[in-house]
């Protein structure tokens, strides 16, 4: 089983940044995908954003671009999601999740992903 871990969140003023981390432990895989979803009260959850175990290939929502960044995973099995000039529409519960889908796609759907972590609330004001 994989155990998935967030942390980082908080509340902060627009514009202001803010950096989540996940780390995963349990059993090991050779090669999966890392993503971040958020959800918002009464929303779908949300793709934010997805990384390759190696860090070759990131994909982003584009909601996200220019302003997330997403790295981390192979070294220490921890992905970071760096988010700056944070708006009020960026608040939400943000999941960290882990796939094996591995394709020349990254997945960028809920059911892709087989493992959750917790969530963290960002909640930013004006």
């Known amino acids: 089983q994989i155990q998935l871990v967030e942390s980082g969140g908080g509340s902060v003023q627009a514009g202001a940044s803010l950096r989540l981390s996940c780390a995963a432990s349990?059993?090991?895989?050779?090669?999966?995908?890392m993503g971040w979803f958020r959800q918002s009260p009464g929303q779908d959850r949300q793709f934010v954003a997805a990384?390759?175990?190696?860090?070759?290939?990131?994909f982003y929502a584009d909601s996200a671009k220019g302003r997330f960044t997403i790295s981390g995973v192979s070294a220490k099995n921890t992905v970071y999601l760096q988010m700056s000039g944070l708006k009020p529409e960026d608040t939400a519960v943000y999941y960290c999740?882990?796939?094996?889908?591995?394709?020349?796609?990254?997945?960028?759907?809920?059911?892709?992903?087989?493992?959750w972590g917790q969530g963290t609330q960002v909640t930013v004001s004006s």
């Open positions: 349990g059993r090991t895989f050779s090669d999966y995908i």
């Open positions: 990384i390759t175990y190696r860090g070759e290939r990131r």
């Open positions: 999740a882990l796939s094996q889908q591995i394709s020349s796609m990254l997945p960028i759907i809920p059911t892709q992903y087989a493992y």
